[in-house]
């Protein structure tokens, strides 16, 4: 059983930033990545932001330069800086975790989400 709990969603105004915390707990043997994703409201899920447990990041073109996603491998914790906010992001943010099982597949686990606001 993996569990990940997600932190700091709230509303901000147009140009401000927040920082999103997750921290994953449980049975973790190989981490592949940890990642975000959001969902917009009327919109599909989409990845925000990867990183694997080397440290190698991957953001999506609409959040490059604004955006920083980082983790603490100690703690299992994976976080994303938010900066420069547009109304735009405005969404559900999930937190995802893909560990390896066995060497040809992997699972995913998700947070519960948090509300991310921007207001116009």
């Known amino acids: 059983q993996v569990q990940l709990v997600e932190s700091g969603g709230g509303l901000v105004q147009p140009g401000g930033s927040l920082r999103l915390s997750c921290e994953a707990s449980g049975t973790i043997f190989s981490i592949d990545a940890m990642g975000w994703f959001r969902q917009a409201p009327g919109k599909q899920r989409e990845l925000v932001a990867t990183?694997?447990?080397?440290?190698?990041?991957n953001l999506a073109d609409s959040v490059k330069g604004r955006f920083t996603i980082s983790r603490d491998n100690a703690k299992n914790t994976v976080y994303l800086q938010m900066n420069r906010l547009k109304p735009e992001d405005t969404a559900v943010y999930y937190c995802?975790?893909?560990?390896?099982?066995?060497?040809?597949?992997?699972?995913?686990?998700w947070g519960q989400g948090t509300q991310v606001t921007v207001s116009s």
């Open positions: 995802s975790l893909r560990l390896w099982v066995g060497l040809l597949r992997y699972n995913n686990y």
């Open positions: 990183i694997t447990s080397g440290g190698t990041t």
